[in-house]
Nanobody, 121 residues
Framework: HVQLVESGGGSVQAGGSLRLSCVASGDTISRYCMGWFRQIPDKEREGVAGIESDGSTIYADSVKGRFTISQDNAKSTLYLQMHSLKTEDTAVYYC????????????????WGQGTQVTVS
């Protein structure tokens, strides 16, 4: 099955930018809907952005216009470019794959990375 490894998290001041990467192995990511989620303690995992197998993209309202999801199939890598970061963007960010499409819920997603911490102060 597919394995996912995120990187690119870190600490940044409000208004700054970060780019997260998620490298996949074991399968072809173009087959799946790929998504970015985030979670803070005691809160349910929240969908941030997704990219369907047909290339269409989905964004949470809270990140529209600030975040951009993309993928490089040749590199088996998913990206999340984040601009104009806010303190409320602080969370652990996860990438994940779904054979069922976005679905609007993390429950559609079968494989997960270990997460990368983003802290905005």
């Amino acid at each position: 099955h597919v394995q996912l490894v995120e990187s690119g998290g870190g600490s940044v001041q409000a208004g700054g930018s970060l780019r997260l990467s998620c490298v996949a192995s074991g399968d072809t990511i173009s087959r799946y809907c790929m998504g970015w989620f985030r979670q803070i303690p005691d809160k349910e995992r929240e969908g941030v952005a997704g990219i369907e197998s047909d290339g269409s993209t989905i964004y949470a309202d809270s990140v529209k216009g600030r975040f951009t999801i993309s993928q490089d199939n040749a590199k088996s890598t998913l990206y999340l470019q984040m601009h104009s970061l806010k303190t409320e963007d602080t969370a652990v960010y996860y990438c994940a794959t779904s054979p069922l499409g976005w679905g609007g819920t993390w429950r559609y997603f079968a494989h997960w990375g270990q997460g990368t911490q983003v802290t905005v102060s």
